[in-house]
């Protein structure tokens, strides 16, 4: 069966440090997606990448960057020069074609 | 719509009562999927549609539950005889799809918040 574990409940920055929210996965399937989500104090969820099991290469897209390692069942997601506007709930999420699993989240507090 | 929405936005109940939840995706959308969110957790599958057939509703928790899309736009997902335990924020997303999968990009609506008294 599918699992997402972020282990990390909470984690409080100050502004302007770099933060790394871990997520890791099980998976018997050899094809499968992963995503990240973020849950603003609003409410909403907002998406911010997909990831496929064929492909490791790295992402880097603003402040954002995440690293995928399939030998450690890992794809985690790292925001460099936090923001206040960071603040949020991060959600990691695996999926392949018969399921989808997210994880509990990690709230993000950033301090000025 | 610009985006999906939901109503409505709060509900609440007293138990034993029925609920009928509404959602109403971004146009075009194939797509469809409804989530149970519990305080301080992850969105959890309940089911999901791709036009109006429902493709899997392994995670609807019983069959208190159902939902239907009988046009393939909006879908109405329904809670009958409620419990406490069903209070939750129920939430609502829709992708392009089209692949018959839910490795979709989805979009979430703002989420129905149910309190069941």
């Known amino acids: 069966a599918q699992k997402v574990t972020q282990a990390q409940t909470e984690i409080s920055v100050v502004e302007k440090e770099d933060v790394t929210l871990d997520c890791v996965y099980e998976t018997r399937d050899t094809t499968y997606y992963l995503f990240w989500y973020k849950q603003p104090p609003s409410g909403e969820l907002v998406f911010l990448i997909r990831r496929n099991s064929f492909d490791e290469q790295n992402e880097i897209s603003g402040r954002y960057s995440w690293n995928f390692q399939k030998s450690t069942s890992s794809f985690n997601f790292t925001i460099t020069a936090s923001q206040v506007v960071d603040s949020a709930v991060y959600f990691c999420?695996?999926?392949?074609?018969?399921?989808?699993?997210f994880g509990a989240g990690t709230r993000l507090t950033v301090k000025p | 719509g610009a985006g999906v929405s939901q109503s409505p936005r709060y509900k609440v109940t007293k138990r034993g009562q029925d609920v009928a939840l509404r959602c109403d995706p971004i146009?075009?959308?194939?797509?469809l999927y409804w989530y149970r969110q519990a305080l301080g957790q992850g969105p959890e599958f309940l089911t999901y549609?791709?036009?109006?057939?429902?493709?899997?509703k392994s995670g609807l928790p019983n069959d208190r539950f159902s939902a239907e899309r009988p046009e393939g736009s909006i879908s109405t997902l329904t809670i009958q005889r409620t419990e406490q335990r069903d209070s939750a924020m129920y939430r609502c997303?829709?992708?392009?799809?089209?692949?018959?999968?839910?490795?979709?990009?989805?979009?979430f609506g703002p989420g129905t918040r149910l309190t069941v008294l």
């Open positions: 146009s075009g959308h194939v797509s």
């Open positions: 999420a695996l999926t392949d074609f018969n399921d989808m699993r």
């Open positions: 549609f791709n036009y109006e057939a429902q493709q899997d």
């Open positions: 997303a829709s992708s392009l799809g089209g692949s018959g999968s839910r490795v979709d990009e989805q979009f």
